[in-house]
Nanobody, 129 residues
Framework: QLQLVESGGGLVQPGGSLRLSCAVSGFSLDYYSIGWFRHAPGKEREGVSCISSNGGVTNYVDSVKGRFIISRDQAKNTVYLQMNSLKPEDTAVYYC??????????????????????WGQGTQVTVSS
């Protein structure tokens, strides 16, 4: 059974940093692309970043380019989202999601919610002074 567990959220001041983790089990990162999404109050859930199943393709939504970095550690079965220079508008519940992607297609464009069918429970990120 595929499982994804997010951690690392919290309260941070504007300009600060957080690193989110997505620990996966029940499948191999070698065959699954991982997307990070966020859902802010009153807004639709949006794709933030994506890393392909071979690790060779990454993608970011324009609003986080240059500030967020997605990476993975296959030995730990974990995908990370390093978030720097955080802004109040980054406040949201952050989710990671997985989908089998043997052709490395899912991360060519910013992650789309409809393409991913296995989700974690989310972790809250609040950016406030």
């Amino acid at each position: 059974q595929l499982q994804l567990v997010e951690s690392g959220g919290g309260l941070v001041q504007p300009g600060g940093s957080l690193r989110l983790s997505c620990a996966v089990s029940g499948f191999s990162l070698d065959y699954y692309s991982i997307g990070w999404f966020r859902h802010a109050p009153g807004k639709e859930r949006e794709g933030v970043s994506c890393i392909s199943s071979n690790g060779g393709v990454t993608n970011y939504v324009d609003s986080v380019k240059g500030r967020f970095i997605i990476s993975r550690d296959q030995a730990k079965n974990t995908v990370y989202l390093q978030m720097n220079s955080l802004k109040p508008e980054d406040t949201a519940v952050y989710y990671c999601a997985a989908e089998a992607d043997l052709l490395f297609r899912l991360c060519v464009l910013p992650a789309r919610e409809d393409d991913f069918h296995s989700w974690g429970q989310g972790t809250q990120v609040t950016v406030s002074s």
